[in-house]
């Protein structure tokens, strides 16, 4: 192999080995945030954690591959059996209340990453004034609506009211705090990734 190829091999590798990382690392940063503690909610099953903020800011700062990827070794974890779901759980968290929340990061993430759009730069990588930065962030807060909550809690309201045997309705009303908390983690998350998209 020439100097070159190999130079060529070298830069390709780093290259993949980077784009490999960041999934990884929010793969990691998603079981920190479930590892962090949770707070129960009267009348409804499932515990409010930092979950979803972080498949949220996954999704805004990673491409949708990357996204999906990174969502995806989370739960393969949990189902082989690692203690990486909200309060130590693992495979059994994926048959209980939660399901359909936990499966919903995954088309979740993908909508978020599709959805969001170009960030806080411009088409030849320069900076973009305040004014750019807030429109990329109300634009990251869109689609964090739509893949964060809106895909998400669409799974989970029916596969823990067919687990649970609770209508529909029931188990979204009992659930309007945590859309209001998700709301709030969407923004943060929003303006956190349009700011980090500068740099």
Do not use: C, N
Request: glycine fraction near 12%; hydrophobic fraction near 55%; charge should be positive.
């Amino acid at each position: 192999m020439s100097t070159r190829s190999s130079a060529v091999a070298s830069l390709h590798g780093r290259a993949l080995a980077a784009y490999l990382a960041k999934p990884l690392m929010f793969t990691v940063l998603i079981w920190l945030s479930a590892a962090a503690g949770e707070v129960p909610i009267p009348g409804t099953p499932v515990p409010i954690t930092l979950q979803t903020f972080m498949v949220m800011l996954a999704s805004l700062m990673l491409d949708w591959r990357q996204a999906a990827g990174s969502v995806a070794l989370y739960l393969a974890a949990g189902a082989a059996g690692l203690p990486v779901f909200a309060g130590g759980a693992s495979t059994a968290a994926l048959f209980g209340p939660s399901a359909g929340f936990l499966i919903g990061f995954l088309p979740g993430a993908v909508v978020t990453a599709l959805l969001k759009g170009r960030g806080a730069k411009r088409a030849d990588g320069s900076r973009t004034g305040l004014a750019g930065t807030l429109l990329a962030a109300l634009r990251y807060f869109g689609a964090s609506l739509a893949g964060g909550v809106v895909v998400v809690y669409a799974f989970g309201f029916v596969l823990q009211s067919a687990l649970t045997h609770t209508p529909i309705t029931v188990v979204a009303v009992a659930s309007m705090g945590f859309v209001i908390g998700d709301i709030i983690k969407a923004s943060i998350a929003s303006l956190a990734a349009a700011g980090l998209s500068r740099l």
